[in-house]
């Protein structure tokens, strides 16, 4: 080999190391932006189908294993049935007990007998006018029971216990209570409860104490066969409820009066 030939050779190598050196920065640039690109946080909802279409339907025609929100117009389908066997669980039973317990320490509760009335009510609520049942995406929808001695409502996410102090009056179509509830709640520790049957499988509840008034709309535990349900089917994670409700002006007017009675300023 002349020193003419191996000098060449020696550039030759020196410029293929140099081109490499230039390239590889944008090869790890490019490899960069896709990793960073593959890397993104990505939220549970961006792979969940989220159904936000109110329809009429059949659940037995539906992907169940996606979340679905539908009017279960079946009266007898899974969902209804969870509705109809729902049980108060052993959280609540001792939850119920150490509210009694507080309650009861100075004070002996009224037992009562209900004579064949409704002990255990599930919440109404409107649709276009017409009353229908809820299946949440997350807890129970409010249900009450009156028991012989008390008064419990299940929320969502939590219960409400008092205690039966007086009994009103009681009739086949309805209940008047006065309750004993925390002092923190009310400062003579008083409620008042009106249980009424206003139409067939039909019952409108009035709750007070101080100057908050509540109404609902009720149905026993037998009546739930006559309501249509709109369910909420959440699969794999808690969704937004669903707002649509019709919005009951009796209950706007007795909150706007309570505001007023309280003092508060309207806007």
């Not at 030759?12 to 946080?41: F, G, M």
């Not at 109404?215 to 699969?235: K, M, P, R, S």
């Amino acid at each position: 080999m002349t020193r003419f030939t191996f000098i060449a050779l020696i550039l030759i190598l020196i410029l293929s190391c140099t081109e490499h050196t230039k390239s590889t920065p944008t090869q790890t640039e490019a490899t960069s932006k896709i990793d960073s690109i593959d890397s993104t946080p990505q939220t549970i909802l961006d792979n969940v189908e989220i159904d936000t279409i109110l329809e009429r339907n059949n659940p037995k025609s539906l992907d169940l294993t996606k979340h679905q929100i539908f009017i279960d117009t079946t009266r007898s389908s899974e969902f209804h049935e969870r509705i109809r066997n729902w049980e108060q669980s052993e959280l609540d039973k001792q939850a119920i007990e150490l509210y009694l317990s507080e309650i009861n320490k100075d004070f002996q509760p009224k037992e009562i007998n209900l004579k064949g009335f409704p002990s255990h009510f599930i919440t109404l609520r409107k649709l276009n006018n017409q009353f229908v049942l809820y299946d949440r995406c997350d807890g129970v929808d409010p249900r009450f029971k009156i028991s012989d001695t008390a008064f419990i409502s299940y929320g969502p996410l939590e219960l409400g216990v008092e205690s039966i102090s007086k009994l009103i009056s009681l009739t086949s179509n309805s209940i008047e209570l006065e309750l004993r509830t925390y002092q923190s709640k009310s400062n003579n520790q008083k409620s008042r409860l009106k249980i009424e049957k206003i139409e067939d499988f039909i019952y409108k509840m009035t709750y007070a104490y101080q100057t908050y008034n509540s109404i609902e709309y009720l149905t026993t535990v037998n009546g739930i066969e006559n309501f249509d349900l709109v369910v909420n089917n959440c699969t794999t994670m808690k969704m937004l409820e669903f707002d649509g409700f019709d919005k009951d002006e009796e209950q706007k007017k007795m909150l706007t009066k309570a505001k007023i009675q309280a003092g508060f300023r309207l806007m």
